[in-house]
């Protein structure tokens, strides 16, 4: 009897441990609380809720546990080795779930304390999106009883967040005419906003913001990113009809003023780069050649999509210098008046400041060298640009930043404690040669041209910078220089008086925020790449930062430090805590 | 075995062992994940040389042959692989990279820019020669420059043949010049003349005879003589990674001998091809 049940084990086993482990991988999410919109606008301090943390897009967790004084006592809570292949993410946290999405729209639920599977979702993709860069996501969203991503393949998917169901998916456009998004969506008040990019796919009128609806996934309204023909905005294209006007791809993600009720969008630039092949060059007469909303920031009515006002940061950006980056919303002191400001850094390095209520412009501060903008009019921010530095075709030019920018999509963060906006940054130069391209024009992106790129004159070796500026003064309080640029890692602030970011030697570093003193620095296993953040779990601080190759903007500032050779894959997350 | 093939055996030898002790060690090259690689299969295997074929260009049908004569005058098994994107997208030298390093040899159909390509592609000696050419729907225009100025002018964005023509125009005085406007896709291009969005258009002419048959209403459209988009003719060549000169040379070897024999004018002709062999 007892040799019969002996016999029988071994397959018992097997079942316990095939089903067990089942279970454990498709586990729920336990008492989930819906999350409001009064929870969204005042997270609770221990959250993570959205790609900034909060609708101002500040990058900032008010968690203070990790500090000055304990940072260097930081060790390694766990690790997770992310889906193959590449990844500029933002871990979302709530209530001690960490939601990750991965290459390939792999969605994954995991416990933010111990690091424990909960749930996976995985996408059925088309053959060539699971591995290309149409398939990776900057942010997610959580709102009411849903987690929104778009996936690679255009679809709006709204998940359960306790156990990885879809809820609904939408179509927002077609993948195969080059449409993606690669920001993520913003939800408020019911409606999910979201930017779409990939208009290198040469398709005429451009890209386009949607709302859909939060609970249905129906659209509810679109808004091209090129004004319509016949409009006052409109007629900003040189006399270029309708089908001859490419580009404004939305590629991040805005933020939204709840007491406005505005939602704030920052759209790329004309397609393709160089104005005299897209036509916007040379000016005909008796016309504009602005370009309309390329490099401009939309304020938006949520429910309807009513462009409020607008800002056009850049005219006829012929470099790839666009602004299509976070919208940090703060209030700041402007000639002794407090002002609801909107505070945007653009490829150039320039931060400027422009009133959120009325779209008016405020004031600007350079950061890095720059050599496209000669001056900017102290009144009305208007640029004036450096003829020297506008390509030509048959010419080579010189333009300061290179086209991926001094920044890029890694975030700056503000800190309320300091009141001092925290921007990862680039030193560097093109030498710009516009060139046909095409064999067989499969070729139809933005470039267009050979960038050969150099370290800026008189360079000390340094590329990388972090820069901090006081956005009530407007002075640069400190600067931070790095031989290895910084790639593709966002900053993120915290209550604890730190900046945390990292560069592409694979460093990952925690600064003073009032001195810009590394108080503490790690190397990873690949490149901090995406978008740091901070939360809490039963009273313990963690910082979760991800690691791995991003899109081309980290290949084109490795060749400036042609020493610093990292892995070309090994995706992975990092959790940090201090040590008991 | 001529003399040709027993060089081309020796240098073919060579190069296979250059291939294997170089590795790829290739300026500036994109630095990709390991996923990008699924195959991770040499791409000349013992009497094979591969050729990648996309079916995005309109030579699609004559590049495979091309590739296969290619192969036959070097004794070896041409290899044809064809590129499975359907879409392009902005990282498209970065798929060819992967194309170059894990599935094949040669990728055929590249316009012979100096300079315009990135310095981990070599190519080879011609394959043949097409031109860009100015087509109108009928309007009593025989030449591009009787177009009266301001006559809307369209050409696939970028091309070369739209920067011959918008630096012909723009050399022009402001009032003499046509209104040139740039257009996506050879697709949109011509279905921006259909619709009288432009009143000629500057396309390359493979593309042209590929498109014609997709729409009855392009068969009034006719060829304007406009020898600043048509003249100089492109060579077409293909394209190898960096380290692969020793194939390279066996490949414009092999070219060197059909174009001589007229094996390139010949295919040229079976498949319609606007084109021209380099002999």
């Known amino acids: 009897m007892q040799l019969r049940w002996l016999r029988a084990l071994p397959a018992l086993l097997l079942f316990l441990i095939a089903f067990g482990g089942l279970a454990f991988a498709q586990n729920e999410v336990e008492d989930f609380t819906p999350l409001t919109q009064e929870m969204l606008e005042n997270p609770d301090d221990a959250d993570w809720l959205m790609w900034r943390r909060n609708y101002e897009a500040w990058g900032y967790s008010p968690l203070d546990q990790i500090n000055a004084e304990n940072v260097q006592d930081l060790e390694l809570a766990w690790a997770w080795a992310m889906v193959d292949g590449r990844q500029e993410t933002t871990p979302l946290v709530y209530d001690g779930v960490m939601y990750l999405h991965n290459q390939g729209d792999t969605v994954q639920a995991l416990d933010a304390a111990s690091g424990d599977l909960i749930w996976e979702y995985t996408r059925d993709l088309p053959g060539e999106l699971a591995t290309s860069s149409s398939s990776i996501l900057r942010g997610m969203a959580l709102a009411n009883d849903k987690l929104y991503f778009v996936s690679g393949d255009m679809f709006l998917v709204a998940l359960d967040p306790t156990n ?118 040379p000016l005909a007469e008796g016309n504009n050649n602005d370009a309309l909303y390329t490099d401009t920031t939309l304020a938006m009515r949520p429910d309807t999509g009513e462009i409020v006002w607008y800002h056009q940061w850049l005219k006829n950006d012929t470099w790839d210098l666009d602004y299509a980056y976070e919208q940090v919303l703060v209030d700041l002191e402007v000639d002794g008046e407090t002002v609801p400001s909107l505070v945007a ?179 990873l296993s690949n490149l901090p790449n995406g978008y740091p953040i901070s939360y809490a779990v039963d009273g313990v601080q963690y910082i979760a930062v991800p690691v791995g190759q991003g899109s081309g903007p980290s290949n084109a500032f490795a060749v400036l430090t042609p020493e610093i050779v990292n892995p070309a894959g090994g995706s992975a997350l990092y959790v940090f805590r201090l040590r008991d | 075995m001529t003399p040709l093939h027993k060089v081309l055996i020796a240098v073919l030898i060579a190069s296979l062992v250059a291939v294997l002790m170089l590795g790829r060690v290739l300026a500036q090259e994109p630095n990709l994940p390991p996923e990008w690689f699924p195959d991770r299969a040499p791409s000349v295997e013992g009497e094979a040389i591969s050729f990648c074929v996309d079916a995005r260009q309109p030579g699609y049908e004559l590049h495979r042959a091309l590739a296969q004569a290619i192969g036959d005058i070097l004794l070896l098994e041409a290899i044809l692989v064809d590129v499975d994107r359907t879409v392009t997208t902005e990282a498209e030298f970065e798929h060819l990279y992967v194309d170059l390093i894990d599935r094949c040899t040669a990728y055929m159909g590249f316009k012979l820019y100096p300079g315009a390509y990135p310095n981990w592609l070599i190519f080879t000696r011609p394959l043949y020669e097409a031109r860009f050419v100015a087509i109108t729907r009928p309007n ?51 279905a921006a003349l259909s619709d009288g969005v432009v009143e000629a258009l500057i396309i390359w002419e493979p593309w042209w005879a590929a498109l014609e048959g997709s729409n009855p209403d392009y068969a009034e459209f006719r060829l304007l003589d406009a020898p600043i988009v048509s003249e100089p003719w492109i060579p077409m060549g293909a394209a190898l990674a960096a380290d692969r000169g020793a194939i390279q040379f066996l490949i414009d070897q092999a070219l060197a001998e059909l174009h001589a024999d007229g094996t390139i004018a010949e295919l040229l002709e079976e498949f319609g091809f606007p084109g021209r062999s380099t002999r």
Not at chain 1, 369 to 381: C, F, M
């Open chain 1, 164 to 281: 990885g169901q879809v809820v609904f998916e939408t179509s927002m456009g077609d993948w195969e005419a080059s449409f993606r998004v690669t920001g993520g969506p913003l939800v408020m008040n019911g409606v999910v906003v979201t930017g779409v990019s990939g208009c290198g796919g040469a398709q005429p009128g451009g890209c386009y913001i949607t709302g859909h609806d939060a609970e249905t996934g129906e659209e509810m309204w679109r808004v091209r990113t090129i004004a319509e023909e016949g409009t006052p905005e409109g007629d900003t294209w040189n006399d270029l009809p309708y089908e001859s006007r490419f580009g404004g791809s939305a590629w991040n993600i805005g933020s939204y003023d709840p007491e406005l009720d505005l939602v704030y969008w920052s759209i790329g630039q004309p397609y393709p780069w160089i104005a005299e092949m897209s036509g916007l060059s």
């Open chain 1, 345 to 523: 850094v653009g490829k150039l390095g320039i931060v400027e400041a422009i009133n959120r209520e009325t779209g008016e412009w405020l004031w600007a501060e350079e950061t890095v060298y720059q050599n496209v903008v000669e001056s900017i009019d102290p009144a009305t921010g208007e640029k004036t640009i450096n003829s020297a530095s506008f390509p030509h075709i048959g010419q080579t030019t010189v333009n300061c930043p290179a086209d991926p920018g001094a920044r890029s999509w890694a975030a700056t963060a503000y800190s309320p404690l300091t009141g001092a906006l925290y921007i990862p940054m680039q030193e560097f130069c093109s030498d710009t040669t516009p060139n046909p391209l095409g064999e067989g024009e499969v070729y139809t992106g933005g470039g267009r041209a050979t960038f050969s790129r150099r370290p800026v004159p008189g360079s000390d070796g340094n590329i990388g910078v972090v820069s901090a500026v006081d956005l009530n003064s407007t002075d640069e309080i400190w600067e931070h220089r790095m031989r290895p640029a910084n790639g593709g890692s966002a900053a993120l602030t915290t209550g604890g008086g730190l900046v945390f970011t990292g560069n592409l030697g694979r460093y990952f570093f925690a600064l003073d925020d009032t001195t810009g003193d590394v108080l503490w620095e790690t190397r």
């Open chain 2, 140 to 190: 009593g225009a025989e030449r591009l420059e009787e177009l009266p100025p301001g006559t809307p002018v369209g050409a696939v964005q970028g091309s070369m043949g739209d920067i011959r023509f918008l630096t012909f125009n723009n050399a022009q005085r402001a009032s003499e010049r046509r209104q040139r406007l740039p257009l996506g896709t050879p697709t949109l291009a011509l």
